[in-house]
């Protein structure tokens, strides 16, 4: 392994904005006219940038608040704006130490209030909220969907080529960005 390593990913982590959102690095300044969110991904995934993150987002900000589950958190970047955006109360689920620490030392630095926790979705107990996030692979999304209970579900981490078989569920609309895919979902 060369030299350096650990630091040379950050010149690829930029900051992005999304709406009224800026999302970034702990190393950049958010401009003071919109919503910082400031993520150090440590060994979780999620900087905010990938095009999965960015559509789930952009339907955040249209969506009523209220309780917010977001299964797979990473780094914590989706409960973390969801927070700064008026969610509440705001849960956080992975299965990866990782991600769970840097969920919670994210939202730290953020101020936002977040119950971060590790569990496998597929087998813990979920919490009822009005909307769940959900930007994961397409199995995991399909797998879990007969679990949640929730009026709502943003379900992203897939092709715009494919497109999640979710019983109980009917699509309300669909966002692409590139080749990536996102979706709003309503209780049947």
């Given amino acids: 392994v060369a030299p350096g390593w650990e630091h040379r990913w950050r010149r690829f982590h930029r900051a992005v904005v999304i709406g009224p959102v800026w999302v970034?690095?702990?190393?950049?300044?958010?401009?003071?006219?919109?919503?910082?969110?400031?993520?150090?991904?440590?060994?979780?995934?999620?900087?905010g940038?990938?095009?999965?993150?960015?559509?789930?987002?952009?339907?955040?900000?249209?969506?009523?608040?209220?309780a917010l589950l977001d299964l797979g958190c990473g780094a914590g970047v989706l409960a973390i704006a969801a927070a700064a955006l008026?969610?509440?109360?705001?849960?956080?689920?992975d299965s990866d130490e990782?991600?769970?620490?840097?969920?919670?030392?994210?939202?730290?630095?953020?101020?936002?209030?977040?119950?971060?926790?590790r569990a496998d979705a597929l087998v813990a107990r979920l919490p009822e909220v009005d909307t769940v996030v959900a930007n994961i692979?397409?199995?995991v999304v399909s797998a879990l969907a007969p679990r949640l209970r929730t009026r709502r579900l943003v379900a992203?981490?897939?092709?715009?080529?494919e497109t999640p078989r979710l019983p109980g569920y009917r699509r309300l609309?669909?966002?692409?960005?590139?080749?990536?895919?996102?979706?709003?979902?309503?209780?049947?």
Avoid at 25 to 39: A, N
Avoid at 98 to 117: F, K, P, Q
């Fill in 24 to 47: 970034g690095p702990p190393w950049e300044r958010p401009p003071t006219s919109l919503t910082p969110v400031v993520i150090d991904p440590g060994r979780a995934f999620g900087t």
């Fill in 49 to 66: 940038a990938h095009e999965t993150t960015r559509l789930c987002l952009s339907f955040l900000l249209d969506l009523p608040r209220g």
């Fill in 86 to 93: 008026g969610y509440a109360p705001v849960v956080a689920v």
């Fill in 98 to 117: 990782a991600a769970v620490e840097a969920t919670r030392t994210n939202a730290g630095a953020n101020g936002a209030s977040i119950d971060v926790r």
């Fill in 137 to 139: 692979a397409l199995p």
């Fill in 156 to 161: 992203s981490g897939y092709l715009g080529s």
């Fill in 173 to 188: 609309e669909r966002r692409t960005d590139g080749e990536w895919a996102a979706d709003l979902y309503v209780r049947a």
